[in-house]
T-cell receptor, first 112, second 114 residues
């Protein structure tokens, strides 16, 4: 059962523009959401998170938005840089449950 | 500390053989996780340790799979009688006490069963 879905397998943007990566989830019990970034031959790296009590969390160029009613979250990267090119995974968890569910990932390519 | 280390990086084995992977977490992290990632998918949870205790196991972890963390430090994941469907990237992650999220992942062990 795919409880976390990233429907866009790839995204290409121009350097300096905004990148928007989307994620949908089906489990209304999820209350913590994270984004991970993965470069080739490396493990995923934690990027940013948001709890269900918030609708926005910002860290530098990265902002995560959460729409609980739509069960949707998005990651905005602005301005995008070529070094942001990687696979981005959305993940969600229920309470202190350690069974974190990941989406299939979106490959972001930022063109110079 | 150099982060989470996994060994080997790559493993090719014949179907039916047993394989064992090792994970060395960040030293002060008491929580350790194993995930599996297949091509085109995100990581899937396999099991979780807090110190030496294995507290959660996914239904993905069949009886051919066993994980240990004998002294609460490094962990091993063994797969017995490997099958071609076991071919995947096996990821280990760790996190410090009190932090349930924001795991630090290792680079993974890529298993190919031929």
């Amino acid at each position: 059962d795919q409880q976390v879905k990233q429907n866009s397998p790839s995204l290409s943007v121009q350097e300096g523009r905004i990148s928007i990566l989307n994620c949908d989830y089906t489990n209304s019990m999820f209350d913590y959401f994270l984004w991970y970034k993965k470069y080739p031959a490396e493990g995923p790296t934690f990027l940013i998170s948001i709890s269900s009590i918030k609708d926005k969390n910002e860290d530098g160029r990265f902002t995560v938005f959460l729409n609980k009613s739509a069960k949707h979250l998005s990651l905005h990267i602005v301005p995008s840089q070529p070094g942001d090119s990687a696979v981005y995974f959305c993940a969600a968890s229920e309470g202190n449950n350690n069974d974190m569910r990941f989406g299939a990932g979106t490959r972001l390519t930022v063109k110079p | 500390d150099t982060g989470v280390s996994q060994d080997p990086r790559h493993k090719i084995t014949k179907r039916g053989q047993n394989v064992t992977f090792r994970c060395d977490p960040i030293s002060e992290h008491n929580r350790l996780y194993w995930y599996r990632q297949t091509l085109g998918q995100g990581p899937e949870f396999l099991t979780y340790f807090q110190n030496e205790a294995q507290l959660e196991k996914s239904r993905l972890l069949s009886d051919r799979f066993s994980a240990e963390r004998p002294k609460g430090s490094f962990s091993t994941l063994e797969i017995q009688r490997t099958e071609q469907g076991d071919s995947a990237m096996y990821l280990c992650a760790s996190s410090p006490p009190g932090a349930f999220y924001g795991y630090t992942f290792g680079s993974g062990t890529r298993l190919t069963v031929v």
